[in-house]
């Protein structure tokens, strides 16, 4: 009888805790813009933890050892785009932050953000026809696309698009 392998820290993180953590920072960050919206005391510190969390697992999750399988045949770019969304939508998500509590520099990070977000997405969705890119790149375009829909809310909200 042998004892089964234990997973190392690096796959705890990415397949247990970093998920876990984004719904409850999802949670805050709803909460949060509900209390701003109606003008509550509060709003600003529960932004600043909700999307500050958030885009720090983004990043982390950027940063995940992705295992396809030993058979694949998977485009290179794919890994390199799963980095790249992770990335763009941490710098939308604190791109928006900044715009919400009206800090210095929210274009720049919103700009540099969707841009990245965009141009990894639009990439992402023509590779995606692989069967073997589409088990790198579904779960990095499922939960960043919302992200970047949100960058470009905030983009037309400036006049910059």
Known sequence: MSTP????????LAKTILPKV???SLLITAIG????????????????IGLSTLAATFFL??????????????NGNALLLYKLMY?????????ALFYILKLEGYQQMLLVGCVTLGGAIIVSAMLIGNPDN???LKK???KTL????LGLYFLYKLSML
């Open 61 to 74: 999750s950027a940063f995940a050892v992705v295992n396809p399988a030993s058979t694949s045949k998977h």
């Open 134 to 136: 589409k088990s790198i």
């Open 140 to 142: 990095p375009l499922i």
């Open 33 to 48: 813009l509900v209390f701003h919206f109606l003008n509550l005391s509060g709003s600003a510190d529960m932004l600043m």
């Open 146 to 149: 919302p992200v970047f829909l």
């Open 5 to 12: 392998e234990k997973a190392n820290f690096g796959e705890l």
């Open 87 to 95: 990335l763009g939508a941490s710098v939308v998500l604190i791109g």
């Open 22 to 24: 984004q719904l409850i």
